[in-house]
């Protein structure tokens, strides 16, 4: 490992979460980065460049015609046992489809950032979570954050975590476009000899490239074995959910920060109304939760970070006791209903009613008024009042 | 260039956890024989043959076996594309449809 003339000491920086990507990145070593710039992820990859092109970071940056071929890139140079990078959005991340099936089946630890944003057509640049929410089958690990703060970290988390053996595979950090990515604020900057300790150089298994044990790598498999490879793949996934949590946890133990793992509960102990959701709706859930409890009603939240591998068990103890819950999605699945609403509904199994809020679509705004009418709702549905199950949160001329 | 050789010895997993941990397996080891598609076979005409190497240089499959007093092609490995037969300066090889003759 080269230890570069600017390594990073500990500091507090006031920095866009785009650009809290691109420390957290710097400070994991990546070997190569291969990347496509799309609104709004452009400024992690453009930092990141300036990384390298400064001499800060010891690592080639390759520059790629598309998102396809930077996750493409991504795979040969995983394969010859590099750490790597990528990040993308939307239609780029829609692009990189077929590349990131190949990642998870080849049990690549690849690491990218995804900035949430909305799919094409109507063509729009703003957040939601249907572009990931579409990679939902692709055997990646998906981790929504919900700050500056927490995406750095998370960022750091999610090599430890995809690197495990138990694990090897691909991790997708989101991040929602615009009010997370392009929003400002205070992080802190861990040191590099501290990240060093936390996070060592990547030991990749047997499954690579090595001219001393020449290996055919991201084989054919026949009909006759393809079920074992899909059942390891599962296997990774059930067996990251605990180690999701312990990273988080020596996480904590070295920085002084730490994210709940799976999911982090706020005001759950007692709660009777619960909502659960993913990303930065959480921020301003918090507030509205604060407000119902001084108001008398024991309301709650759960911000799931972890999509996939799904925290089905936590979410069933979660609901014992619980009178009504809402989840909240920034997706939809035409003809059903939103893709989390739709895994909690699983989980819990009508232990408690439930409505499905679809919110905050394409960069709308999800406000606090919002968030306590969906509060609301949910208290009269658990009252015995008839409710939607599934409800357009904000949609125009109707009440809300 | 050897030519294929099927490695008798090999295992394969008897349980999850002896499987590779991604989808990968040793290079240049072959299992069975790989050649069933065939649908014509190049026949060679030894009298003919000058020994020119040509055949054996192209081979995509490294199906001409040298180890004998006269060349040969190995039936096991050749997937009958011709190859050798278009390329032969002296016409040795000559393309049968398989079935045509009886074994």
């Given amino acids: ?400 | 260039m050897q030519k294929p050789s099927i490695n008798h010895s090999f295992q394969y997993p008897g349980s999850i956890g002896e499987m590779p941990s991604g989808p990968c397996a040793d290079a240049g080891v072959l299992v069975e024989a790989n050649a069933g598609w065939r649908v014509f076979r190049p026949v060679l005409d030894a009298a003919k043959c000058v020994k020119c190497l040509k055949c054996w240089l192209i081979c995509p499959d490294g199906a001409i076996d040298r180890s004998g007093k006269d060349y040969a092609i190995d039936y096991a490995f050749c997937k009958g594309c011709g190859i050798c037969a278009y390329e032969c300066p002296t016409k040795s090889i000559r393309m049968e449809k398989e079935g045509d003759d009886v074994e």
């Avoid at chain 1, 520059?63 to 959005?89: D, I, K, P, Q, Y």
């Avoid at chain 1, 990931?132 to 500056?148: F, K, N």
């Avoid at chain 1, 709308?364 to 357009?392: C, H, S």
């Fill in chain 1, 1 to 400: 490992m080269t230890t570069l003339s600017k390594d990073l000491a500990a500091s507090r920086q006031f920095i866009s979460a785009n650009d809290a990507v691109s420390y957290g990145v710097r400070l994991c070593r990546p070997e190569v980065i291969a990347a496509y710039p799309i609104t709004p992820q452009t400024t992690v990859v453009e930092k990141l460049s300036e990384f390298v092109a400064n001499q800060e970071m010891d690592c080639q940056y390759v520059n790629v015609e598309s998102e396809h071929s930077a996750m493409a890139a991504c795979l040969g140079a995983a394969l010859m046992g590099c750490r790597t990078f990528t990040a993308s959005s939307s239609q780029g991340l829609l692009y990189m489809c077929e590349m990131l099936h190949y990642v998870s089946g080849s049990r690549l630890p690849i690491v990218m950032m995804n900035a949430n944003r909305t799919v094409a057509a109507p063509w729009n640049i703003y957040g939601d979570h249907r572009d990931s929410i579409a990679m939902r089958d692709a055997g990646w690990l998906q981790l929504y954050v919900e700050s500056a703060q927490e995406a750095l970290d998370t960022v750091i988390q999610a090599y430890k975590v995809a690197e495990n053996h138990q694990v090897m595979t691909p991790v997708m950090v989101c991040l929602d476009g615009f009010v997370l990515t392009h929003t400002y604020e205070v992080v802190k900057v861990p040191s590099q000899a501290e990240v060093d300790r936390f996070l060592p150089p990547y030991a990749p298994t047997e499954n690579r490239l090595d001219l001393a044990a020449p290996k055919s790598c991201c084989i054919s498999v026949s009909p006759e074995w393809q079920t074992e490879y899909r059942y390891k793949q599962h296997a990774a996934m059930q067996a990251a959910k605990k180690i999701i949590g312990d990273v988080d946890a020596a996480f904590g133990a070295q920085f002084g920060r730490r994210y709940g793992g799976l999911l982090e509960e706020y005001r759950c102990e007692d709660a009777e109304y619960v909502l659960l959701m993913m990303g930065t709706i959480a921020g301003t859930a918090r507030l509205v939760v604060d407000k119902l409890r001084e108001g008398g009603v024991k309301a709650g939240l759960v911000k799931i970070r972890s999509f996939r591998p799904f925290p089905r068990e936590e979410i069933v103890r979660l609901a014992q006791g619980v009178k009504g819950i809402g989840i909240v999605d920034r997706d939809i699945s035409f003809g059903y209903e939103g893709a989390l609403g739709t895994e909690v509904k699983g989980a819990v199994q009508g232990a408690a009613p439930a409505i499905n809020f679809i919110a905050g679509l394409s960069g709308r705004d999800v406000t606090k008024d919002n968030i306590e009418a969906m509060y609301r709702k949910v208290i009269d549905l658990a009252r015995g009042q008839a409710e939607e199950e599934i409800q357009f949160v904000g949609l125009r001329w109707e009440q809300w």
